[in-house]
T-cell receptor
Framework: GAVVSQHPSRVICKSGTSVKIECRSLDFQATTMFWYRQFPKQSLMLMATSNEGSKATYEQGVEKDKFLINHASLTLSTLTVTSAHPEDSSFYIC?????????FGSGTRLTVV | GESVGLHLPTLSVQEGDNSIINCAYSNSASDYFIWYKQESGKGPQFIIDIRSNMDKRQGQRVTVLLNKTVKHLSLQIAATQPGDSAVYFCAENPPPNKLIFGAGTRLAVHP
């Protein structure tokens, strides 16, 4: 079956620093990956759609210069939270789209202190 | 980001009862729908899907109903078990190939 590896699962960083989150499709190629953010007791909010070899498409209200997305290969997309602040603390989840449909990573808990 | 609502209602059921979880979706152009189960601290887990050319689909212990007229989905879980306790989300697939999640419902199963 389809497996998406998301790393790290948890990260604590200091305010003002940047954090990179990786999303890898292990056994299939993903031309499209989605990045979501989820606050406690809320739904998954789509942040951006990442297509291999092209610029990501960001949802309204999501700052593209703050949340940098790179989809350099068919198996890897990265989300970099730049100059992180406490309000960026959240659960970030990726989803890779391939022959198995939509497959989700296990999420990254980001805490900015 | 895009989402359908930010509330998280709770459905409490007794073990062995049937559960019905409802969801309203927003985009009439969506042609594919998925139900997910999410446990605390984990990513969403696929339960069942349905395409817009169908109004019902059954899986093992689960059934999804789709009413396109009123843009409504429901997930029925038969003989609910404690392991079914989680948050359930519907997701819709509007053009151009996004996947948008609904508000979610927490299912609490009591022995």
């Amino acid at each position: 079956g389809a497996v998406v590896s998301q790393h790290p699962s948890r990260v604590i960083c200091k305010s003002g620093t940047s954090v990179k989150i990786e999303c890898r499709s292990l056994d299939f190629q993903a031309t499209t990956m989605f990045w979501y953010r989820q606050f406690p007791k809320q739904s998954l909010m789509l942040m951006a759609t990442s297509n291999e070899g092209s610029k990501a498409t960001y949802e309204q209200g999501v700052e593209k210069d703050k949340f940098l997305i790179n989809h350099a290969s068919l198996t890897l997309s990265t989300l970099t939270v730049t100059s992180a602040h406490p309000e960026d603390s959240s659960f970030y989840i990726c989803s890779a789209v391939g022959v198995y449909g939509y497959t989700f990573g296990s999420g990254t808990r980001l805490t900015v202190v | 980001g895009e989402s359908v609502g930010l509330h998280l209602p709770t459905l409490s059921v007794q073990e062995g009862d049937n559960s019905i979880i409802n969801c309203a979706y927003s985009n009439s152009a969506s042609d594919y729908f998925i139900w997910y189960k999410q446990e605390s601290g984990k990513g969403p887990q696929f339960i069942i899907d349905i395409r817009s050319n169908m109004d019902k689909r059954q899986g093992q212990r689960v059934t999804v109903l789709l009413n396109k007229t009123v843009k409504h989905l429901s997930l029925q879980i038969a003989a609910t078990q404690p392991g079914d306790s989680a948050v359930y989300f519907c997701a819709e697939n509007p053009p151009p190939n996004k996947l948008i999640f609904g508000a979610g419902t927490r299912l609490a199963v009591h022995p």
